[in-house]
């Protein structure tokens, strides 16, 4: 199947949900991880933003990875991946990958190889993981190898922030069409005013 080049950005078309998913993996990391990770495997909606990230002790994990979700999508939401956007590496054009594209009819698109402009929605979503990961991780005096769990927590945290893709939505919100619960981070509380206490602490 011959691969398709990178779009111009004049493409200013909108896509549906699931409909282009851009690829991009990192590393290896400086340690690996408890579980014995050495990179991370990111993929991103075009149309939401929604963000899904699989921790791999070796890059050829990541045609397994990429092929299960695209299945899984498909099965569950009824939606149909058209095109697959990444920089060309060899774990995401292996020839079992080709021919799953061909027989699910999805388009690769292509972009230059170390021109990261070029992948510029998955580049950022994989800097931006990164960084708040390691923020995380220096902030909670955490050791390198909780890398993994650090990248997973932003991931999940950066889904359920707002979104440019669409205004007052969240990636979750587009992605699950369900609105977003915050409910693991803290408890509820309820003031009791029947006795009232003193609230001057001086």
Excluded at 58 to 81: A, L, P, W
Excluded at 138 to 160: G, P, Q, S
Aim: aromatic share 10%; net charge positive; charged share 25%.
């Amino acid at each position: 199947m011959v691969q398709k080049p990178f779009p111009s950005n004049r493409d200013k078309r909108r896509y549906d949900i699931f409909e282009l998913l851009h690829i991009d993996i990192c590393g290896p990391m400086e340690q690996d991880s408890l579980g014995g990770s050495r990179y991370l495997l990111l993929i991103v909606d075009e149309a939401s933003g929604c963000m899904k990230g699989f921790c791999l002790r070796v890059k050829s994990e990541s045609e397994d990875c990429i092929r299960k979700y695209i299945m899984k999508v498909q099965m569950q939401f009824g939606k149909k991946v058209k095109f697959v956007r990444h920089d060309g590496a060899r774990e995401f054009a292996t020839n079992s990958l080709q021919v799953f594209y061909e027989d699910e009819g999805i388009e690769q698109q292509t972009t230059v190889q170390y021109a990261h402009q070029t992948n510029g929605t998955a580049e950022r979503a994989i800097r931006t993981i990164v960084t708040i990961g390691r923020s995380m991780l220096h902030h909670a005096k955490l050791d390198k190898c909780f890398w993994a769990e650090a990248a997973m927590t932003a991931i999940y945290v950066k889904n359920r922030l707002p979104s440019p893709k669409i205004v007052h939505k969240t990636p979750f919100e587009i992605y699950w069409r369900l609105p977003v619960t915050i409910l693991c981070i803290g408890y509820r509380l309820a003031e009791n005013l029947s006795n009232p206490i003193k609230r001057n602490y001086g």
